[in-house]
């Protein structure tokens, strides 16, 4: 498709334009795509017209915006000549188009791609051009910087493949920059695009995937530079239908394109002679894009999970084993489930990614191993990939035991008081038959609360106790505290102690109690509710409340200021 621009979108700058400053030669073009984005396009622009670094253009392409977004961009053109407005005939329904139609009338050496609903760092192209100039390279990737639009928390994007500047010689030498798949961390040297045919590819998603992965493959090197050049704003619980492309993972269509893309990867690793690296592209896939589909298998459904392991499950197979062995356990029995068709104990596995939490059942072979749930795994690989008996939790110590608490007729109310039977199941029988003391704790802050509870046994391997907990009774420091816990299962044998999580039930009305001081602290608001994704354990939130709020942190300083001083008098009084 061939996008023309109408007549005020022209390379010519508008009359208000002409009247200004000619600007100098660009030394980067920044392309920024938006659709119905009209609030946070500004944003965006201005974000690139306030770089530390001036001598640049920015071209807007609109992939055909239904909304005000044409009138905002023409407005952002008409008010600095570096600011271009270019316009599609009709929606491409992908970020491929807009960006490749950009590059057609880019004029810059050097390029960068901003999504409208994102940011770049002040000094951004300033570094980029800057580790360009020091040495002749392809492209210059930076660090990224999330932030989480609801609860404005910060984090670097795989930091750890960033931590230090460096010039790499091909991807050959650093396969796991796989992992750094955004086209948006990059500032490409226009000469390269052009002598590798790089454009993005049209008619597909995930296109940033397959395009950098053709770029790390084509690059003949590449500058890592350490410091934050983007901004990415992160969106994790939008609507269905105004969430970007990857977090639309609810839809099956959504699994068919990332598969797609993947095995574009695969044929273009193949063809262009780098087909050595694909076991960490493989182990990218299962670490990356996989986890983050397995995450979301405790809320589908029955037939979601049929259509899912209908698609995944052809591709899994192709992947290098090399790349499952790295995974760890809880990962690789999620894939195993998925990949029999056991797809009811994977969504069940999935509730304990990444965190210390048992099946209910599990199954023994004529040799003792131990195997996650029932029935016995029959395949080889199978017995593999769900064979437990090296993690200690047959003869180890109680911390390697396996256990599951989960929470079963839940009652809430008054205020943050939950009632609820907790079920822990045993399938090792590492408990002794007979009543057992349980705790439920809580530590916001570092101030630990608990409750010690019943627990009978109700079945082998099954034990149930009915427990009271008011999270809003927890104590907290006296500068406040403002944040999440999740409420974990103590139990106790001698000297060991056995600690996990308490898997609340998938949904229910989330609770708050009214603002009110707690030890005579900071007013806090704070709210019970299901995990909004993932395991779903029970979460609890504390927020500073009232004109109090304001005091909290100060009252924060001024206690570790009084206990630095005691603990110098004390140093002095010893000496």
């Known amino acids: 498709m061939t996008a023309t621009p109408t007549t005020d979108q022209k390379n010519a700058p508008s009359t208000a334009a002409t009247s200004a400053a000619t600007p ?24 690139v017209l306030a770089q530390t670094h001036r001598a640049l253009e920015v071209v807007i392409s609109d992939d055909h915006s239904t909304d005000a977004t044409p009138e905002v961009a023409r407005s952002l053109a008409a008010a600095d000549p570096r600011v271009r407005h270019l316009r599609l005939p009709e929606n491409s329904g992908g970020c491929s188009v807009p960006r490749n ?16 609903d994102d940011e770049l760092p002040p000094d951004a192209v300033a570094k980029l051009l800057a580790a360009h100039r020091a040495r002749e390279v392809d492209f210059v990737m930076g660090a990224v910087r999330r932030v989480r639009v609801d609860t ?9 493949l960033v931590t230090e500047r460096r010039t790499v010689e091909g991807i050959d030498q ?55 050049v983007y901004v990415w704003y992160i969106e994790p619980y939008a609507a269905t239908g105004s969430a970007s492309i990857s977090n639309q993972r609810d839809r099956l269509e959504n699994v068919a394109d990332r598969i797609h893309v993947q095995r574009l990867i695969d044929a273009f690793l193949e063809e262009s002679g780098h087909g050595a690296i694909r076991p960490e592209k ?7 894009d996989f986890r983050m589909y397995a995450g979301d298998l405790p809320r589908r459904d029955p037939e979601w999970l049929a259509g899912f392991a209908e698609l995944v499950t052809p591709y899994l197979d192709t992947l290098a084993p090399e790349a499952y062995a790295r995974l760890p356990r809880t990962e690789r029995v999620v894939l195993r489930l998925v990949r029999d068709g056991r797809l009811e104990e994977a969504r069940r596995a999935a509730r304990g990614l990444g965190l210390p939490v048992g099946p209910r059942h599990v199954s023994h072979d004529e040799r003792g191993h131990v195997y996650w749930g029932e029935p016995l795994p029959e395949s080889r690989e199978a017995r593999t990939e769900l064979d ?60 630990r609360y608990e409750v010690a509870f019943r627990i009978d046994p109700v079945l082998p391997g099954v034990f149930e106790g009915r427990v009271r907990f008011d999270p809003g009774q927890a104590p907290l420091p006296v500068q406040g505290f403002d944040g999440v816990r999740h409420p974990v299962v103590e139990l106790r044998q001698g000297r060991g102690r056995h600690t996990a999580p308490l898997l609340g039930p998938l949904d229910f009305p989330p609770v708050s109690s009214r ?17 909004a994704a993932g395991t779903a354990r029970i979460e609890v939130r504390w927020r500073p409340a009232g004109p109090t709020a304001k005091l909290g942190p100060l009252a924060g300083r001024l206690s570790r200021s009084v206990v630095s001083r005691a603990a110098k008098v004390i140093r002095g009084a010893l000496r």
């Open 388 to 447: 437990l008996s090296e993690e200690g939790v047959e003869a180890g110590p109680l911390s390697a035991a396996l256990f599951r608490h989960e929470v079963r007729d839940l009652e809430t109310g008054p205020g943050t008081v939950l009632r609820c039977t907790v079920r822990t199941y045993d399938p090792l029988l590492r408990l002794p038959v007979g009543p057992q003391v349980a705790r439920l704790v809580l530590a916001p802050g570092g101030r």
């Open 101 to 116: 139609r950009a590059l057609d009338v880019a004029t810059a050496p050097y390029v960068m791609f901003l999504d409208s």
């Open 515 to 531: 603002p009110r001081a707690y030890g005579g602290t900071v007013e806090h608001v704070v709210t019970v509710s299901p995990e």
């Open 152 to 160: 404005g928390k910060s984090s670097l994007w795989m930091p750890h």
């Open 24 to 47: 100098p030669p660009p030394d980067v073009t920044v392309v920024v795509i938006a659709y119905n984005d009209a609030d946070r396009l500004p944003r965006a622009v201005r974000s």
């Open 282 to 288: 493989d182990y990218k896939f299962l670490k990356h």
């Open 174 to 228: 650093e396969p796991e920059l796989l992992f750094e798949h955004l086209s948006t961390s990059k500032m490409y040297a226009r000469a390269f695009l052009d002598r590798a045919g790089l454009r993005f590819p049209e008619g597909i998603h995930y296109e940033d995937q397959l395009f950098s992965a053709q770029a790390y493959c084509l690059a003949r090197a590449f500058t890592v530079i350490p410091e934050p």
